[in-house]
């Protein structure tokens, strides 16, 4: 039995913090909360001093493409290592590698990578999140407009017998969406309606019929008017449907934020990146599927002047929720983790501290950021030595 004590520091209990507590991880998953008298350090033991700060259940990004450099679609060991490493140093414990829009062979092949890759333990993927190629050609924002095409069972069944895929985004009035549709939701797999157009009556059946979640939410789809109140409207108005939000101020005034938070409330909002490359590194021309995005003042756009996803980390996003909608961390902090996570039906095993969750945990300091971050109680990044060897056996 291997033992990690977290000491010193405010644990999050699914609605605030607890101080005066050592959170007990054992074999990789949190074994329990204990007043800090009641424990009693034992042979093999490794203690982390968490110097007052909090400790928090690690960040779940349900939507990324990539950072520093690396892609999903760069379907290599190399990439998606560089882009697990750059992630649980921002904690980021659980994430979806996203795909593009892209040819059936390619994105075969970005799969296979990541079915290999997410054998090896104490790493943040868990899962695929497919992003196309069944869109709508009308609201594909920069979705390759030559791969988009109607959905083919003999295509897209593989990808969700895999097991891999956790999520797919759709636009399922096109001709054959509404069978994919049901084919993802008999694998297992959330489904988001995303780059479509589907007026308000059609989108109402799609969520109806199961469809719970909504991508990057006021773009990528029609905006409501009073005569046309579209798919928000059916969205707001289905309490199963969450909503995936870019909170950079850029995708998503932040008046409009406060709205949405206001309205659907903090279990209804999954806070996504949608980071691409450039993420984690500066402004510059960035390799894409189709061409080249150039990013700007942390803004990515394509030649035509669109947005090409953000440059936006999830401790970049917790900030701007807190000062965007004056919220504090208690009230911020779910919508980077149990809503994300319960949103693909991986909630309380992963965006929790509760006895039997994996042990995926960070240490968050106000001013200084992530401190720690632990994946399967495997300390994988620590910004300062915080962790004590293993106790010895007198």
């Known amino acids: 039995m291997s033992r990690i004590l977290i000491e010193n520091s405010r644990v999050w209990q699914e609605d605030g913090f607890v101080a005066g507590r050592t959170l007990v991880l054992c074999d990789g998953v949190i074994d329990g909360l204990l007043p800090e008298a009641d424990v009693a350090p034992q042979p093999g033991d490794r203690r982390i001093d968490g110097r007052g700060a909090y400790t928090l259940p690690g960040f779940v990004d349900l939507h990324i493409h990539g950072s520093m450099g690396f892609d999903v679609m760069d379907a290599s060991p190399a990439s998606l290592t560089g882009l697990c490493d750059f992630l649980a140093r921002g904690g980021v414990t659980s994430f979806l590698a996203t795909t593009m829009t892209d040819s059936a062979e390619r994105i075969h092949t970005a799969l296979k990578a990541v079915e290999k890759f997410a054998k090896r333990a104490h790493r943040p993927l868990v899962g695929l999140h497919i992003e196309g190629p069944y869109l709508n050609r009308d609201y594909r924002g920069s979705q390759p407009a030559a791969h988009l095409r109607e959905p083919q069972a003999a295509e897209y069944r593989p990808w969700l017998e895999s097991g891999l895929v956790k999520l797919i985004t759709l636009a399922p009035e096109i001709a054959g969406g509404e069978s994919l549709m049901r084919d993802a939701l008999a694998h297992g797999a959330t489904v988001s309606i995303g780059h479509s157009g589907a007026e308000y009556e059609a989108a109402g059946r799609y969520f109806a019929a199961g469809a719970s979640q909504v991508t990057h939410t006021f773009n990528g789809m029609p905006g409501i008017h009073h005569r046309q109140p579209g798919l928000f409207v059916a969205a707001l108005e289905n309490p199963d449907v969450t909503f995936q939000l870019i909170p950079d101020g850029i995708h998503v005034h932040p008046a409009v934020i406060r709205m949405l938070a206001r309205l659907v409330g903090i279990e209804r909002v ?8 450039a993420a984690g590194l500066g402004d510059g021309e960035y390799a894409a599927v189709d061409g080249f995005v150039t990013v700007t003042n942390g803004e990515a756009r394509t030649s035509d002047g669109g947005l090409a996803g953000s440059t936006l980390t999830m401790v970049e996003a917790l900030k701007n929720m807190m000062r965007f909608c004056d919220l ?16 693909i039906g991986m909630y309380p095993q992963k965006g929790s501290l509760a006895v039997g969750a994996d042990a995926d945990v960070i240490l968050w300091d106000e001013a200084l950021g992530v401190q720690a971050t632990l994946i399967g109680g495997e300390l ?8 004590t060897a293993a106790i010895a056996d007198d």
């Open 328 to 343: 504090t961390l208690e009230e911020a902090l779910p919508m980077l983790t149990r809503a994300p996570a319960r949103s």
């Open 380 to 387: 994988v990044y620590q910004a300062q030595a915080r962790c």
């Open 270 to 277: 999954v806070v996504i990146t949608d980071a691409m490359r």
